[in-house]
């Protein structure tokens, strides 16, 4: 036996090992179990992940496809939950990536590449649809954007007939309208409605609700869902804003993406600090414009998405802070500028946020041709008012079911209370097209949750459940995109995707959070073998006439899916 400087013992033979007790007869007749107070069980748990995921997918499941390469098989399970993963992929903020446990282990998992690379893989095979069964009903959905979208597919899946009315001449909705092509181009997006082709879904454009779509139309159909959106700018609330050279900001966007001649001057002022106020000014910048962004509280509190933030940083976009419109200037019958007020935070409203205030006598003049007037967006309730209950402050209102208040009719996405993302949008048309189907059949819908359905435990996995002494340390792909000076000349898309090798080697640094991998600790690290291999080592099964409850597997557990509860009944 050797001892070194440090303290560690090396045994040279078995003449150096200590004498230990040990059982020549088998013990199992011993039930030792029956000591403990306390013993451990697999609970499992709803990864970081998967509970904020918009579209309530099955992240980590995805990535392990993704990561042995099984790319069918994960499209087909990520379609189950949103049928437009190229699409979200690249709009969506995923918020699945805000709480990942990986995170301190060399960066969190860049879940939007590997689902557009996904979405993209689907899009070269040409992977296509068809329904389920056949039914003989009609359904109606107005609006296509992803949340009617999104419903129209799960409803075709399932064999219904499905007529989407749209009110403009192309279908996609905010997709086609709102989204510029640097961040979703229009290839993709015309490919993904391609998706379509099979199934047994007719569209019909230049139909409007309240001009010659009414609600009476629509209920004609079996059922019908109501997916309009919200397109009604808000109002400046400063004098001179009904000058017809102050602009909504959706109107804007929408003319600048669909081609339209328009005569926008070389400096413009752009007011919020929204998604919608972004595209705007960075669109601008494309056009060749020199365009200014005035948002009245501080860059940290924008509720655009952050990532677009730091682009359109990169981009040289000029944006002000902490003011607020006072007065559209003009001159000669055209706007001539935009006088602002300084602003400072105030009490807190209702959102958590502190209401920017006028500073009295802070103001400043900003020279433009135009003002865009981009400070959110409230439902079109055109055609809807007087014949459908309207919640507060707001669009239609819906019960859990998403019906409204005339039977037969369901609404959802942006026009009911939605969360303005695209993912929200078509989670919301997945359950919209669940109610609308037990409707139809006469039976109980599906509960509201996101995770509906799911045999998983609801508790979210913590980074303090991780045992970090088991994680290698993987390092994150950078973000990779076009050079920033080079990028603004034309509409050509910002972000690069992964390829193959790169999406399989960043699935696999996903820790598996709450979800079992038969890594084994568990059954090696107990010292009284009383967990054994189950349904063909396909999972495991605990011996608790023989488990003393010492807790070693919980905490050797990498993961976080063993935990410990008291012994009831003793």
């Known amino acids: 036996m050797k001892i070194d400087p440090t303290g560690a013992v090396t045994f040279e033979g078995l003449r150096d090992l200590p004498m230990v007790a040990e ?80 995170g301190p282990h060399g960066g969190v998992l860049a879940v939007s590449k590997i689902e557009r690379f996904l979405g993209d893989w689907g899009l070269e095979h040409r992977i296509r649809y068809a329904p389920e069964a056949r039914r003989s009903e009609r359904v109606a959905v ?45 290839e993709v997006l015309d490919r993904e409605l391609e998706i379509f082709n099979g199934l047994p879904v007719q569209f019909e454009c230049g139909r409007r609700l309240g001009d010659n779509l009414t609600i009476g139309d629509l209920t004609r159909y079996a059922a019908a869902f109501i997916a309009v959106g919200r397109y009604a700018g808000r109002p400046l609330g400063c004098e001179g804003e009904e000058h017809p050279g102050v602009v909504q900001g959706i109107g804007l966007l929408r003319g600048i993406l669909m081609g339209q001649k328009m005569d926008i001057p070389d400096r413009v002022a752009v007011v919020g ?7 705007c000014v960075r669109s601008l910048t494309r056009l ?10 501080t860059e940290e ?9 730091l682009e359109a940083r990169e981009e040289g976009v000029e944006m002000i802070f902490q003011a607020a419109p006072a007065r559209v200037l003009t001159a ?77 009719l369901f609404a959802g996405g942006d026009c009911a209370g939605g969360e303005g993302t695209v993912g929200g949008a078509i989670w919301a048309g997945r359950r919209a097209a669940a109610a609308m189907a037990a409707y139809i059949e006469k039976r109980s819908p599906e509960p509201p949750g996101r995770n509906a359905g799911r045999a998983i435990d ?38 690069l995707g992964f390829d193959e090798t ?65 012994v009831q009944g003793r």
Not at 478 to 488: A, E, H, K, Q, Y
């Open 23 to 102: 059982s020549v007869a088998n013990m199992s007749f011993n039930r030792t179990g029956t000591w403990k107070y306390a013993e451990p069980f697999y609970r499992g748990g709803t990864p970081p992940c998967n509970h904020l995921c918009l579209t309530a997918q099955d992240v980590v499941k995805q990535l392990a496809l993704v990561a042995e390469g099984r790319f069918a098989e994960a499209l087909a399970l990520l379609r189950e939950a949103n049928p437009f993963p190229a699409i979200v992929g690249r709009v969506c903020p995923h918020p699945c990536e805000r709480e990942c446990n990986r």
């Open 142 to 186: 107005v609006g296509s954007g992803p949340a009617g979208l999104s419903c129209a597919f799960y409803l075709a899946r399932l064999g219904y007939r499905v007529k989407v009315f749209e009110a403009l001449d192309a279908i996609g909705g905010m997709l086609r309208t709102g989204i510029p092509p640097y961040r979703l181009p229009r």
């Open 273 to 279: 600090g929204g998604n919608t106020a972004l595209d």
């Open 288 to 297: 060749g414009k020199k365009p200014v962004l005035v948002y009245r509280r």
């Open 301 to 309: 509190e924008m509720p655009a998405f952050e990532q677009d933030r």
């Open 332 to 408: 000669k019958g055209r706007v001539a500028g935009l006088e602002c007020v300084r602003t400072k935070p105030g009490k807190e409203d209702a959102s958590g946020r502190r209401e920017p205030v006028s500073v009295p006598g802070r103001l400043f003049e900003i020279e433009c041709g135009m003002i865009v007037k981009a400070l959110g967006e409230t439902p079109d309730l055109a055609g809807i008012e007087g014949e459908l209950d309207l919640a507060r402050p707001g669009g239609v209102a819906v019960g859990t079911d998403m019906a409204t208040s005339v039977p037969g």
């Open 458 to 495: 609801p508790t979210v996995v913590p980074q303090r459940a991780i045992n970090r002494h088991w994680v290698r340390l993987k390092m994150a792909f950078p973000r990779v995109s076009g050079d920033p000076l080079r990028r603004t000349r034309d509409f050509g898309e910002v972000n």
């Open 502 to 566: 790169t999406a399989r080697t960043e699935s696999a640094r996903c820790l598996s959070c709450g979800t079992c991998t038969l890594c084994d600790n568990c059954r090696l690290f107990c010292p009284d073998v009383a967990i054994r291999f189950t349904n063909g080592r396909s999972g495991y099964a605990i011996d608790y006439d023989h488990c003393k409850g010492c807790g070693i597997c919980v905490e050797e557990c990498p993961r976080g899916v063993m935990a410990m509860r008291e």
